[in-house]
């Protein structure tokens, strides 16, 4: 497809179990973000990169999570030893250009829940 | 970075024209001004965006204060399709992260 893929669409962890959240954006897209958005709130921001380059993680919200984009277009967010207050949608956007320009394209989401 | 202040709810007849007013009264120079909206289940999608001049295109239109302090997003002709969680957001070419508020759930009714 022409948009932003992301998967699995549902999943659920136990307590402390490690988990790896996939996104691929449009093909070409230079921008790429992360989201967590929790039931009834809007999109809190995770992180950016810009190509394979980390510029800002200032919003992953403990040191248990962990995003990558080794080569410049699919990125995988992983959480280890999920928690309760770890459940929520997971939303990446693309987008074509760099820094904070241009259209988001945003995925369907991950929604994750942990027992 | 700069906040925005949307009311939380609002509802609006079918085929009646909707105004969506936003607040961002901190806004920078070289903030523009974007609106997302999200309907459920389904990830945010972009509506509109811009600097200082008002905005048209397909889906709705945007018309900014002159003082750039607060906007509005104009949908024509509300449709039950309409019915989402707009998001009124600022993006700055000078830095990376795009703030999402709670943003105003619309109703339609029929």
């Known amino acids: 497809g022409a948009g932003v893929s992301q998967s699995p669409r549902y999943k659920v962890a136990k307590r402390g179990q490690d988990v790896a959240l996939r996104c691929d954006p449009i093909?070409?897209?230079?921008?790429l973000f992360w989201y967590q958005q929790a039931l009834g709130q809007g999109p809190e921001f995770l992180t950016y990169f810009q190509n394979e380059a980390q510029l800002d993680k200032s919003g992953l919200p403990s040191d248990r999570f962990f995003a990558e984009r080794p080569e410049g277009s699919v990125s995988t967010l992983k959480i280890q030893r999920t928690q309760q207050e770890d459940s929520a949608v997971y939303l990446c956007?693309?987008?074509?250009?760099?820094?904070?320009?241009?259209?988001?394209?945003f995925g369907e989401g991950s929604r994750l829940t942990v027992l | 970075d700069a906040k925005t202040t949307q009311p939380n709810s609002m509802e609006s007849n079918e085929e009646e024209p909707v105004h969506l007013p936003c607040n961002h009264s901190t806004i920078s120079g070289t903030d523009y001004i974007h609106w997302y909206r999200q309907l459920p289940s389904q990830g945010p999608e972009y509506v509109i965006h811009g600097l200082t001049s008002n905005v048209n295109n397909r889906m709705a239109s945007l018309a900014i204060a002159e003082d750039r302090k607060s906007s509005t997003l104009i949908l024509h002709r509300a449709t039950l399709r309409d019915a989402a969680v707009y998001y009124c957001i600022l993006r700055n070419t000078g830095g990376f992260k795009t703030i999402f508020g709670a943003g105003t759930r619309l109703f339609v009714k029929a």
């Open positions: 956007a693309s987008s074509p250009r760099g820094a904070n320009t241009g259209e988001l394209f």
């Open positions: 093909s070409g897209h230079v921008s």
